[in-house]
């Protein structure tokens, strides 16, 4: 990120930002744009919290113990501003969704902690800073609705960092799903999608400093309804910018999979030929207790619908196994989902308690010695699957945005279009560019390459 102060404070010395970002991409997103509402007030980002001015902890709410391993982190904190005299001056902020969802007893609990700030009110950060002297004890929650914190961010080029290759842009946040295991709803409150026309404008400012790629982020981003023709009509919208030649988005709920957004991923080559659906389950009883609203037959039969309109799409998906109540004949149903759907990746989980969720309070909680061995067996199917699908694209030909230099000379990284990484070695000057690679072999989490002979970098006028 950039750490040259804006004209305003031009003459101010450099103060030192360190934030730590826990959790889901909308939280990495969140964490850079609380460094851009920072920034001109003269805050640089730096890699580690000694010597910092500010320490944010952007925290995630999803998993049981969360909090744990913030209170953990603020005690390292505590004792890095107490032992060093370099750090004595640290103003510690707690932010997202443990911020949202603990705020009070974060505060009662860790008096070391200078305010606490909700994901819907990370906007204030300056007015807080502001204040003389410290703010301990203050706690700005998120009882507001969201248009005021994207109305507040709108940024000025002088307080943007420089874009990447790929970038991260919200389009939508909160949930109206109430699943039974998830706090967003509680910490992130109801769905609310941003206009297009602000969203465009971000993409386009983004697209101006060399982004290729964005990734369209939400809660239940593809419930979003900013325009008319919702989700579909936005990825036409963005596909359209000149310089902007890969558009993706992330997380997708089954029930918001409509017609016109499967449509587009047949017809726009910028649409990444990859998508995250998660299912959660195979087991339909299973799914009815964590209130999913689909069955798996549907989720099926969604399946069949999105592979006919666009056949070479990947898919990745959520499981949670050991949910209350799960019977053997529920977790066999849900290794024979993953077997007919064939994922290219997937996250799984043991099922955890979220405090304040319905499911939290279930009185039939699957031993944890059995959630463990479930989740072994399929984790070990979903590796297979994952391992099988890398290996299926050597020999092919694949256009790989280029984000960075390797570990080594003359090597540079970056993703295909099913989100793999690739190593290949080629010139810096291709870093931010989309150029063609004869895939030649697969490693344990990548994809090694040879440049082919012609470009796919496209000259967007």
Same mark, same amino acid.
């Given at each position: 990120?950039?750490?040259?102060?804006?004209?305003?404070?031009?003459?101010?010395?450099?103060?030192?930002?360190?934030?730590?970002?826990?959790?889901?991409?909308?939280?990495?997103?969140?964490?850079?744009?609380?460094?851009?509402?920072?920034?001109?007030?003269? =805050?640089?980002?730096?890699?580690?919290?000694? !010597?910092?001015?500010?320490?944010?902890?952007?925290?995630?709410?999803?998993?049981?113990? &969360? #909090?744990?391993?913030?209170?953990?982190?603020?005690?390292?904190?505590?004792?890095?501003? +107490?032992?060093?005299?370099?750090?004595?001056?640290?103003?510690?902020?707690?932010?997202?969704?443990?911020?949202?969802?603990?705020?009070?007893?974060?505060?009662?609990? &860790? @008096?070391?902690?200078?305010?606490?700030?909700? @994901?819907?009110?990370?906007?204030?950060?300056?007015?807080?800073? #502001?204040?003389?002297?410290?703010?301990?004890?203050?706690?700005?929650?998120?009882?507001?609705?969201?248009?005021?914190?994207?109305?507040?961010?709108?940024?000025?080029? &002088?307080?943007?960092?420089?874009?990447?290759?790929?970038?991260?842009?919200?389009?939508?946040?909160?949930?109206?799903?109430?699943?039974?295991?998830?706090?967003?709803?509680?910490?992130?409150?109801?769905?609310?999608?941003?206009?297009?026309?602000?969203?465009?404008?971000?993409?386009?400012?983004?697209?101006?400093?060399?982004?290729?790629?964005?990734?369209?982020?939400?809660?239940?981003?593809?419930?979003?309804?900013?325009?008319?023709?919702?989700?579909? &009509?936005?990825?036409?919208?963005?596909?359209?910018?000149?310089?902007?030649?890969?558009?993706?988005?992330?997380?997708?709920?089954?029930?918001?999979?409509?017609?016109?957004?499967?449509?587009?991923?047949?017809?726009?080559?910028?649409?990444? *030929? =990859?998508?995250?659906?998660?299912?959660?389950?195979?087991?339909?009883?299973?799914?009815?207790?964590?209130?999913?609203?689909?069955?798996?037959?549907?989720?099926?039969?969604?399946?069949?619908?999105?592979?006919?309109?666009? @056949?070479?799409?990947?898919?990745?998906?959520?499981?949670?196994? !050991?949910? *209350?109540?799960?019977?053997?004949?529920?977790?066999?149903?849900?290794?024979?989902?993953?077997?007919?759907?064939?994922? #290219?990746?997937?996250?799984?989980?043991?099922?955890?308690?979220?405090?304040?969720?319905?499911?939290?309070?279930?009185?039939?909680?699957?031993?944890?010695?059995?959630?463990?061995?479930?989740?072994?067996?399929?984790?070990?199917?979903?590796?297979?699957?994952?391992?099988?699908?890398?290996?299926?694209?050597?020999?092919?030909?694949?256009?790989?945005?280029?984000?960075?230099?390797?570990?080594?000379?003359?090597?540079?990284?970056?993703?295909?279009?099913?989100?793999? !990484?690739?190593?290949?070695?080629?010139?810096?000057?291709?870093?931010?560019?989309?150029?063609?690679?004869?895939?030649?072999?697969?490693?344990?989490?990548?994809?090694?390459?040879?440049? +082919?002979?012609?470009?796919?970098?496209?000259?967007?006028?």
């Amino acid at each position: 990120m950039t750490r040259a102060p804006t004209p305003q404070v031009r003459s101010a010395p450099q103060k030192r930002l360190f934030i730590k970002t826990y959790g889901c991409q909308m939280n990495v997103y969140d964490s850079e744009r609380m460094a851009d509402v920072l920034r001109p007030l003269g =805050y640089g980002v730096v890699d580690s919290p000694e !010597g910092a001015d500010l320490v944010v902890l952007n925290t995630c709410h999803i998993r049981e113990k &969360a #909090a744990e391993k913030v209170y953990s982190e603020i005690g390292r904190l505590k004792a890095l501003r +107490a032992e060093d005299p370099a750090s004595a001056g640290m103003t510690i902020a707690v932010a997202g969704c443990v911020a949202q969802a603990e705020g009070q007893e974060l505060i009662n609990r &860790a @008096p070391a902690v200078d305010f606490v700030i909700g @994901p819907q009110a990370f906007h204030k950060l300056p007015e807080l800073l #502001a204040k003389t002297g410290r703010v301990r004890g203050e706690r700005v929650s998120s009882d507001f609705s969201p248009d005021a914190k994207f109305n507040a961010l709108a940024r000025p080029a &002088a307080a943007r960092k420089v874009a990447g290759p790929a970038a991260f842009l919200t389009v939508q946040e909160g949930c109206d799903k109430f699943c039974t295991f998830c706090v967003v709803p509680y910490t992130r409150g109801a769905e609310f999608s941003r206009p297009i026309e602000a969203i465009l404008e971000e993409a386009r400012a983004l697209a101006s400093e060399g982004t290729r790629e964005v990734t369209l982020l939400g809660q239940n981003v593809n419930a979003y309804n900013g325009v008319e023709g919702g989700l579909a &009509a936005l990825v036409r919208a963005l596909a359209a910018i000149p310089g902007l030649g890969r558009i993706r988005y992330t997380t997708s709920h089954p029930r918001d999979m409509d017609d016109a957004l499967i449509a587009a991923h047949g017809d726009l080559d910028a649409l990444m *030929p =990859y998508l995250h659906l998660p299912v959660q389950s195979g087991s339909d009883r299973v799914l009815k207790a964590m209130n999913r609203g689909h069955t798996a037959e549907g989720y099926l039969r969604l399946v069949e619908r999105i592979r006919a309109a666009r @056949p070479d799409i990947a898919l990745s998906g959520d499981f949670i196994v !050991g949910f *209350p109540g799960e019977t053997d004949a529920d977790f066999e149903a849900t290794l024979d989902l993953v077997r007919e759907v064939a994922y #290219a990746s997937a996250f799984s989980f043991k099922y955890s308690r979220r405090p304040g969720t319905p499911a939290a309070s279930m009185s039939d909680q699957v031993d944890e010695t059995l959630k463990a061995e479930r989740l072994a067996r399929l984790q070990a199917v979903l590796e297979t699957q994952r391992q099988g699908f890398n290996a299926g694209v050597v020999g092919r030909t694949l256009p790989v945005l280029f984000e960075r230099r390797g570990r080594y000379q003359g090597q540079i990284v970056g993703r295909s279009p099913y989100l793999q !990484g690739v190593f290949t070695e080629g010139p810096e000057t291709l870093i931010g560019q989309i150029a063609l690679v004869d895939i030649t072999s697969t490693g344990p989490n990548s994809l090694c390459g040879r440049l +082919a002979r012609t470009s796919c970098d496209r000259e967007l006028a």
